[in-house]
């Protein structure tokens, strides 16, 4: 039945869509671009506010409230909804390059150490050979 349900609102959808563009052909250029301009919003609106993590009525409640908004709240509530959905949706990036970094550094400070060892055991091989030798020359001060 939600199949059905679906396909005939896409049926309505196209058919509404199919009567405004050919209204909106007979228009002159300026006109066309405004309205044309207005369904892109309305559209991108309709994504950000599918894409929202609430229920199906709060969507639908908010798409009512929507129909009552001016153009330019309109715009404000598709610049927020927008922002929502960047900071959503690229959240898992942050999180990735945290790890990355975490894991870079991890890495740095392994070598480092490992470094710092290896230069400190040859510098205290050498103090030993250095007073060795000169044990040996017998230079003791």
């Known amino acids: 039945m939600k199949k059905i349900k679906q396909i005939t609102l896409k049926e309505k959808n196209n058919d509404i869509k199919g009567r405004v563009h050919n209204n909106v052909k007979s228009l002159p250029d300026e006109e066309q671009l405004v309205i044309q301009r207005a369904e892109l919003q309305g559209l991108k609106l309709g994504f950000y506010i599918s894409a929202l993590d609430i229920t199906d009525e709060a969507k639908h409640a908010l798409m009512n409230i929507a129909l009552t908004m001016s153009l ?70």
Request: negative net charge; glycine residues 4%.
């Open 72 to 141: 330019s709240q309109l715009q404000e509530l598709s610049d927020i909804l927008e922002a929502r959905f960047l900071n959503y949706t690229t959240k898992w990036v942050d999180t990735g390059f945290q790890m990355e970094l975490g894991s870079v550094n991890a890495q740095y400070n392994d070598k480092r150490d490992k470094a710092y060892k290896k230069l400190t055991d040859q510098i205290q091989s050498s103090s030993k050979e250095l007073e060795q030798l000169i044990v040996k020359l017998g230079i003791k001060e």
